[in-house]
């Protein structure tokens, strides 16, 4: 398969924090369409591979394409505008608004200052909230107040802010943390869903959440790729039982 089929080709990619090789020579390529999940121990390497990929952290060295285009030097907006969306481990929804208006200032438009000033909701903007409520499953709180919904429906509505802006790489970092075991099936059904027509990454701890919800599964240890393939294989791979699985 030639790169520019992949959504997402990360190619010899490190970065050291005082001689330390946090992620190291690395390769990834995830696929259109492809839900990918990446475990390992902790201080492997997860989370600065996602902050690489968004910009929020410069490569020493390597490179990062999405659909075919350059990213290893984008500045973090630019990142986002190519249609690349994270989310990180706490929720950051604006506690004091509606459901409904935390969707409607996260629509591409009305993004800073001078977007909110100028920013008219019109028959699009509520198109696109109630298409995005629906797919999170939130059609019904609306007009709750992000601040009372439960720790599981703030996790959703921070997604729902993020498919918005309708990325093609949405990449969650531990996303189920905190749940309880309904919003967790609630979860892997939400991702198992947005998944169709975008490529996505998670970082996730819970093996029964991760065989549920990953089309392939890396293991990270160390700042590079342990393993790779189905979670099935990757359970049964002696290294990844030695570093990881085995505690």
Known sequence: MSKKEFALTVED???????FKAVDSLNL?????????????????KTTLLDL????????AGRITFKGAEMTTLPEFQIVRSGIGRKLQTPSIYENLSVFQNLEV??????GVFGALFFKTNDEVMARVDAVAAEIGMADQLAVEAGLLSHGQKQWLEIGMLLMQDPELLMLDEPIAG??????????????RICKGRAMIVIEHDMEFVKRIADKVTVMHQGKILAEGSMDKVQADPRVIDVYLGH
């Open 179 to 192: 749940m309880s075991v309904r919003e967790r099936e609630l979860t892997a059904e939400l991702l198992k």
């Open 29 to 45: 390529y995830v696929d259109q369409n492809e839900l990918r999940v990446i475990i390992g121990p902790n201080g492997a390497g």
């Open 106 to 111: 996260s629509f591409p438009r009305g993004r």
């Open 13 to 19: 990619l490190s970065v050291s924090f005082d001689g």
């Open 53 to 60: 990929i968004c910009g929020k952290t410069r490569a020493s």
